[in-house]
């Protein structure tokens, strides 16, 4: 079982850049991709990115892309999500996820068994 945490969210304003963290622990958690997801009110679960277990592959959404970088260090067993100039439709929360199967289904939620609580984004105008 593997257990995530998320942290790092907040209110900034537009432009304005964050990072997240994901901190995982529980039995092997270094070995499992791990991807974030976010959800703005009334709509449903968007990836956003995902890193293979070993660090060497990403994947990025197409809103995203350019402003956003994954990265991992298994010693601290943590993943983060750098987002750069934040915009409003940023907004939401952000939510990683794990599971231990890299494949083209990385964008699906339905893929991954392990989450995180959330943490807020807010962007202002």
């Known amino acids: 079982q593997v257990q995530l945490v998320e942290s790092g969210g907040g209110l900034v304003e537009a432009g304005d850049s964050l990072r997240l963290s994901c901190v995982s622990s529980?039995?092997?958690?270094?070995?499992?991709?791990v991807a974030w997801f976010r959800q703005a009110p009334g709509k449903g679960r968007e990836f956003v990115a995902a890193?293979?277990?070993?660090?060497?592959?990403?994947l990025y959404a197409d809103s995203v892309t350019g402003r956003a970088t994954i990265s991992r260090d298994s010693a601290k067993n943590t993943v983060w999500l750098q987002m750069n100039n934040l915009q409003p439709e940023d907004a939401a929360v952000y939510y990683c996820?794990?599971?231990?199967?890299?494949?083209?289904?990385?964008?699906?939620?339905?893929?991954?068994?392990?989450w995180g609580q959330g943490t807020q984004v807010t962007v202002s105008s």
């Open positions: 996820a794990a599971t231990q199967t890299y494949s083209s289904r990385i964008r699906d939620p339905e893929e991954f068994h392990h």
């Open positions: 529980g039995r092997a958690s270094n070995s499992y991709a």
């Open positions: 890193i293979s277990m070993g660090g060497v592959r990403f």
